[in-house]
């Protein structure tokens, strides 16, 4: 199985709302990402998660929270978004960080796709 | 800094053609190569893996090249299909430095039946 799955598929959300997204593999990677993708990019690193701990933060904005609660889960706490924050939003997983990990086949989730109005 | 190029930006051909998607990166000194294929909207999807010691990979009617000294890669299809209609993007993990893929803008293929 080389699934990742995110939930929900699409969100709308105001500027002042509090959201989540969510991702989930049964890979057991240990390995997980968070990527933004504006239309016609490619997709752009935010976070990088390392046997549950937050390892890269590629100075994204405090309005995005991830929190990564097990080594199958990880979430994207969302508040106080701007119009310009909407884009396919999507998680993958690898086996690990380390040599090995910096080897090893990144797995994409289908994304969220998320607007800001 | 990283820079990964994709030539051409789109690419347009008929049903059964052979064809070449070419990638090109700054920086030789990479962990390893990653080709995927995104459909309109949706997440990617891992097509090949080149290794940093690997010079080429094959998956079905794919093949994958990987010139590590010139900084460079192809993604060879063979006998294309309208189904092989897609982005394919090419990325690289650097060493020393962060964990990161770093992708090209991709190129837009579409094959015509």
């Known amino acids: 199985d080389t699934e990742v799955t995110q939930t929900p598929k699409h969100l709308v959300m105001g500027m002042t709302n509090k959201k989540s997204l969510k991702c989930e593999q049964h890979?057991?990677?240990?390995?997980m990402y968070w990527y933004k993708q504006k239309a016609k990019k490619p997709p752009e690193l935010m976070f990088v998660y390392s046997y549950e701990k937050l390892s890269i933060n590629e100075s994204v904005p405090s309005r995005f929270s991830p929190e990564c609660p097990n080594s199958s889960l990880l979430n994207l706490h969302l508040h106080a978004l701007q119009p310009e924050d909407s884009a396919l939003y999507l998680c993958?997983?690898?086996?690990?960080?380390?040599?090995?990990?910096?080897?090893?086949?990144?797995?994409f989730g289908p994304g969220t796709r998320l607007t800001v109005l | 800094k990283q820079e990964v190029t994709q030539i051409p930006a789109a690419l347009s051909v008929p049903e059964g053609e052979n064809l070449v998607l070419n990638c090109s990166f700054t920086d030789s000194a990479i962990y390893n190569l990653q080709w995927f294929r995104q459909d309109p909207g949706k997440g990617l999807t891992s097509l090949l893996l080149i290794q940093s010691s690997q010079r080429e990979q094959t998956s079905g009617r794919l093949n994958a090249s990987l010139d590590k000294s010139s900084g460079r890669s192809t993604l060879y299809i063979a006998a294309s299909q309208p189904g092989d209609s897609a982005t394919y993007l090419c990325a690289v993990i650097t060493q020393g430095g962060s964990e990161k893929l770093v992708f090209g803008k991709g190129t837009k293929l579409t094959v015509n039946p």
């Open positions: 993958a997983s690898s086996q690990g960080e380390g040599l090995a990990g910096r080897t090893d086949t990144q797995y």
């Open positions: 890979m057991g990677h240990r390995a």
